[in-house]
């Protein structure tokens, strides 16, 4: 059985053509082409499985299934993708239908992070846990929940956002217009708003040239990169945020009875500081039945999991 | 079929013999004996059995089942209780072949929120609607999860403590470790600890009498019954116990796509206060798509709710 996952995302489509035994047969990657609006970036889809095939020396008469991850809310009744914010353009677009109308396969579509929980369970640092929460660090944090080896979904297919556990009801505002959201505090954005103001205190920090002369240039990477360097304030930034994410995780552990937490995303890359703060943190705060019990593993499959998993709907 | 179910707890073992078609046959309720130990807490378990039965005019022939509930922890791979808290010198009780043992038919045993929340699925407010949380509102926050119709035990039994969700990471330190855990600011005891200061500044509440000469009686049902009679301060405390207990509701709602909550317990007989800030503040909270779809729901069988839920564990 060949499959094939596609991971659109608003600047590129990734994809990845399976084999039988689930082996790697061929990726691509091609531009979105997001600002043509869907009937654009359909096209780019198409286009990208053309050429995984092309490229693969694949006759399409042996694929099986297209699973597509994308960046928004699936109406699972309807078969729509609901308005996702990085792809302009969308407002409900039957994705799906518009895939097995030209591919004459099975097609699923999915949320990007829960494919991304999907691809790690699959094929990366959740093979075989029955049960764990991934998460993806990045402009917001993203997540999906695996229970019984599947992407739990909920009752209306938007399960899984731990980015939107409130970790203080007077906390700042979210862009979901929650208050307290993890996401509030470590999306990359209001990550950066958080460590301007810290950082501009402490001039003996790497940072401080860039945040006070460039402040609109720094990204979580200049502080992961930083802190690899030795920097001690860009250190205790990530385990801040760490410390932070580690309270939703204890929230979610607590809940769930589920102690498996796989982090990926960029600024996962960070390293020991971030998930040194996790650590610390979730098994402080969790119930003694799960304190030492945790396991906050860092995600195998870097960006490569969105299309395993969306290759993986199908499997 | 007919089925016991058995609803353990510190101070009274309530017990329901269930027919065929899941009617209540006879009920019994016994002290629990609990300052003996678990020798004359089980003793009482049997009684209540033996009461059942005669009661009821069944032979014993006729039950298949039987079901508990306790308020504890539970190890399922091993078949023990853990250590409950309100049942002093158990540590480690073979409850289940205990009753095996005497009884000679399937024996279950669950955590008593568990047993609760499966009740209410069964026989109460949640018949008909495949997942939602079960919320015990009492001396602690006890919640169970039901998904597709079944408890959610998580991976290792002690799933579904959303009172140990917390929504301040900076709050006040709960009995569990953690700070700022739902229960640290709604169970009784930390209900009543908030309260008393608010009070002793309004000379003007029905509560103020009570509240300043004698604090130590004052308990969340004086709250109520102060709220009922119109009690404006009353009303406020238990809307604002309402909407802590909401921005936990939203960030469960959020993570599971969850959007049934059924709320039980001594407080929850307060009513309106505390359902509207419930309501208020997880509608407030929630991510966009869930506004307006969250459904918070009075439990419907109040003290029976355990007894009828444990019978359920093994139909």
Known sequence: MILIGVDLGGTNIKSVLLGDDGRVLQQASLPSHAEGGPRAVIEQVHRSIETLLADGGVDRARVEGIGVGVPGSIDFTRGLVLHPPNLPGWEEVPLES???ARWGVAVAVDNDANCAALGEA???AGRGIAHFIGVTLGTGVGSGIILNGRIWHGQ??????LGHTSIDLNGPECGCGGSGCVEAYIGNRFMIARALPVIAH???SALYRQATRDPASLTPRDIAEAAAAGDALAHE???DAGSMLGAAIASAANLLDITTFII??????????LFDGIISSANRRVLKVHRGTLSILPAALGND???LGAASLLG
Chains 1, 2 share one sequence.
Request: hydrophobic share 30%; glycine share 30%.
């Open 98 to 100: 518009h895939l097995r």
């Open 237 to 239: 930034i990530l385990f």
């Open 264 to 273: 990926g995303g960029g600024v996962a890359a960070a390293g020991k500081p």
């Open 122 to 124: 699959h094929h990366g």
């Open 156 to 161: 209306h297919g938007y399960g899984g956002e």
């Open 202 to 204: 402490h001039p003996d």
């Open 305 to 307: 999991a969105g299309m």
